[in-house]
């Protein structure tokens, strides 16, 4: 069902300060703390004792020491003190996870940690490494995949976003996008000529009459996307067009970062970059909150479905080739480290 040889993103650095954090990360129980130097460390939230949460309890000089019997473990894992013993067993450990931070975010790597080359950490658009950008958390009661289906398929932006867009986004359907693959990536265009901006686009980008739009997505398997979304004055080179933010253009990125939490449960991570006017940042949330309150409730919904029906089939429209794309990606990917060939 995961891909584990992956980075992913485990929480926002500020998230974790100078306790415990506990996060699910690919159906595991992690916990993450900072030590004194500052680095955050990932250990598995289980304590090898007796399976006490290890996020109960508590950092003492930058080991980790369980609120039940007092076994303290060291930022490897490692146990280094039981109460009431000369010493410690040497198989007596918990797993520890590789992380790094970049993005202002903590990434873990749950799969061989022989393999955990930060080189490899998703490459985020429009922002620093060193942090930067909107950064925005959605808890997903639904399986990653239905997250991956939902930005794969933009098809969805005509008719489950009429209500975020303003009432008027129906002719988005009428184009078809284009798609390219390959290897662990592909690349879905969809671009809209000469129709009305959704209203949403319109009012904060002041773009009155015929615009042209567009929605590039980038996709890195098994659950990674950048977005780059917007809407221009007709004629003036769309995505390119010289026009100001907020006057006459209106676009955005956006890194889409999804975390397998469990089978039915996903983490859904976001930083956005805009260069918009600062008058015009506040307006940020009505495109990224309302929007995906809408995507949130379609997967959920789905979800739901498919546990009460399991055997339903799902039958392919035109639009799904990015869809059907992405599953064969991920399906490799998964079929591969299985086989041990990744």
Request: aromatic share 10%.
């Amino acid at each position: 069902m995961f891909v584990r040889n992956c980075w992913y993103v485990a929480a926002w650095s500020e998230e974790v300060r100078s306790g415990l954090l506990a996060r699910t990360i690919l159906g595991e129980p992690v916990v993450m703390y900072r030590t004194s130097d500052g680095a955050v460390h990932a250990l598995q939230d289980r304590c090898a004792h007796r399976c006490m949460p290890l996020s109960k309890g508590a950092v003492v000089d930058d080991h980790v020491v369980c609120c039940y019997h007092g076994l303290t473990y060291a930022p490897s894992g490692a146990c280094v003190r039981i109460p009431g013993a000369a010493s410690v067993p040497p198989s007596l450990k918990v797993p520890s996870y590789p992380v790094h931070e970049r993005y202002g975010a903590v990434w873990i790597w749950m799969g061989d940690p022989t393999r955990a080359d930060p080189e490899t950490i998703f490459a985020c658009a429009g922002v620093d490494v060193r942090g930067g950008g909107h950064h925005y958390y959605f808890p997903v009661k639904a399986n990653y995949l239905l997250v991956n289906d939902n930005l794969s398929d933009l098809l969805h932006q005509a008719y489950l976003h009429n209500p975020s867009f303003g009432g008027n986004a129906t002719p988005l359907g009428e184009f078809r996008p284009k798609v390219h693959q390959r290897e662990q990536e592909m690349d879905v265009a969809w671009e809209w000529k000469g129709i009305e901006a959704p209203a949403l686009f319109g009012e904060v980008g002041s773009i009155a009459g015929i615009s042209d739009g567009w929605n590039r997505s980038h996709f890195r398997a098994p659950s990674f996307y950048i977005n780059r979304v917007g809407f221009a004055r007709a004629g003036t080179g769309g995505i390119d067009s010289p026009l100001p933010q907020g006057d006459g253009k209106l676009s955005l990125v956006i890194n889409q970062l999804i975390t397998p939490e469990t089978e039915k449960t996903t983490h859904f991570f976001k930083i956005v970059h805009c260069s918009w006017p600062e008058r015009l940042v506040p307006q940020l949330d009505r495109f990224i909150v309302n929007v995906n309150k809408e995507d949130i409730w379609a997967c959920e919904a789905q979800q739901q479905m498919i546990d009460g029906s399991p055997e339903a089939v799902m039958h392919a429209i035109p639009t799904d080739v990015p869809v059907v794309q992405m599953h064969r990606i991920v399906d490799r990917l998964i079929a591969a480290e299985k086989a041990g060939r990744s």
